[in-house]
């Protein structure tokens, strides 16, 4: 699924694109994936508006409209973008597509049908609840250990739930974690201040990292940036998806467990859980 990295990326290539341009027409190939409004509606408010702006909050794509309204884009498990010149293609699994004004098709392709499309007058409606932007300003190392104290469950799982923290998911939490040396099974609550200065620098230097590396792309190839390009960062991982391999860091087996019916991979000697 994408995370930060990967939806700042798309968010990114779909700037220059759409920035400008009015929608001219607008096709909704399967209706679920516009959650709201209904799909009439949609296609009505959306035709003639122009784009302003295209940016990104937590996993969410922001397209703001010149009528007022914003476009919200969850990628979910496989929602993916394509923009074509002459025509608007041939993909199999294409669930919605518009054309704008300078003949181009933006087309939104889904193969599990789980990514949804939100126009709201008011972002907030849909991303209200999140918590802060990992990169911005507003989230410090003070801010981190004041909401890490208290916290009795697991620091993972935390870190996986978008009302605590914006962007993160299952791959740049594995290899904060990882770069941080915590156990992925501590208790959040547990960590010293030292532990939760180590974990803020380390989840700025991944998501940055991914970014920087155009996010990470893996064997799936359900994460591929408009125009078809892969990211780079899958080459950068110190444990994600490596159970069996070698730690980068001290040579020992990297290992999987479960947690919350997600695979988290991390390293028993660098993230030693601590003895009670
Ligand atoms: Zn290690």
Redesign the pocket.
Known sequence: MPELPEVETIARHLAPVLTGQAIARVDVLWPRTVDRPAPDVFCAALTGARVMGVDRRGKFIQIVLSTGQTLLVHLRMSGKFAVYRDGPGEDKHARLRWQLDDGAWVVFIDQRKFGRFYLVDDPREITGDLGPEPLSADFTPAWLAAHLAQRRGEIKPLLLDQRFIAGLGNIYVSEAL?QAGIHPQRIAGTLSAAEAERLHAAIVAVLRAGVENGGTSLEDRQYVYPGGGTGQHQDYLGVYDRAGER??????AVERIVQGQRSTYF?P???ALAKA
């Open positions: 990882w730690c980068p860091r001290c040579g020992y390293c000697v660098c993230q």
